[in-house]
């Protein structure tokens, strides 16, 4: 992997370059998120990410997770692409030492219905005791059944209110938040203009009509981003984009 921008660099990035090219603000907040869309803007491929992405785009998300307290993702993409508990390699566990973090972040799951088994392994096997954001009355009717493997917090009404729920992280000590998705959540997180930082990993197919966009749902208002970075692994590109 080597730097494009805002220097060219003609030597490859280690593990440690690349944790340090996605830096977080000491003692502020920050949400980051990390998405991965082929050139013509397709979100999934046979109806997943993880087909799209290349080795770059697996070793960037893993190193993302490095520097993160917590974890956010939306119910339909855990439901889809099937995520286990959220377990670090033992390198990785040391490069999150290394910065004052636990062993592995904490997997928050946001959620309108919790339609979820509190007996699913994604629970009962964590390493850190996942957070579950949902409304208000779903947490009032449901939340209970997950008082042994999980915190819940119940914020809004209709949807999540997420401003509250990024506040209620934070209370907790969770204030770098890397989003991992989906693009219903990413839509939600835009219109609550809680975006401060998007890395997108431009993965190099062409993948034809049908996919959805890295966002979904009902209309936002425009965002100004500015470039931080650019990076590249073979054919793949990672942009790193910030609040303008
Ligand atoms: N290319 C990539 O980088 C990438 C990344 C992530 C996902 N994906 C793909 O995206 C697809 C999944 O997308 P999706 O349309 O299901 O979107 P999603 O945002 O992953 O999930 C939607 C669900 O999450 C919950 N949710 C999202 N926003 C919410 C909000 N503001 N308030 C309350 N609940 C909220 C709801 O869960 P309940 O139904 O439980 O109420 C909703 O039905 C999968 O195909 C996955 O592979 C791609």
């Known amino acids: 992997m080597r730097r494009l921008w805002p220097v060219a660099d003609p030597d490859p990035l280690s593990d440690e370059d690349i944790v340090a090219a996605y830096p977080t603000p000491d003692g502020q907040r920050l949400l980051r998120v990390n998405f991965v869309s082929s050139v013509d803007g397709a979100v999934t491929l046979e109806g997943r990410s993880a087909p799209l992405g290349g080795p770059g785009d697996r070793r960037v998300l893993g190193l993302l997770r490095v520097n993160c307290d917590a974890v956010l993702v939306a119910a339909g993409t855990v439901r889809v692409e099937g995520y286990s508990p959220l377990r670090t390699g033992e390198d990785r566990q040391r490069m999150r030492a290394e910065r004052g973090r636990t062993p592995d972040p904490v997997l928050v799951l946001v959620t309108r219905r919790l339609g979820f088994d509190p007996a699913d392994p994604r629970f009962t096997l964590a390493p ?37 729920a990024l506040d209620a992280l934070a209370e907790r000590g969770l204030v770098h938040v890397l989003c991992e998705g989906g693009p219903h959540l990413l839509g939600s997180l835009i219109d609550a203009d809680l975006v401060d930082e998007i890395c997108l990993t431009v993965a190099p197919k062409l993948v034809g009509p049908g996919p959805g966009r890295i966002v979904a749902g009902p209309p936002t208002a425009v965002r100004e981003l500015s470039l931080a970075h650019i990076l590249a692994a073979e054919d793949e590109l990672f942009l790193r984009y910030t609040r303008a």
């Open 128 to 164: 850190q005791r996942p957070v579950i954001v949902t409304t208000e009355g779903t947490a009032t009717r449901v939340g209970g059944r997950f008082a042994e493997v999980a915190d819940v917090i119940g914020v809004g009404t209709e949807d999540v209110d997420l401003a509250a």
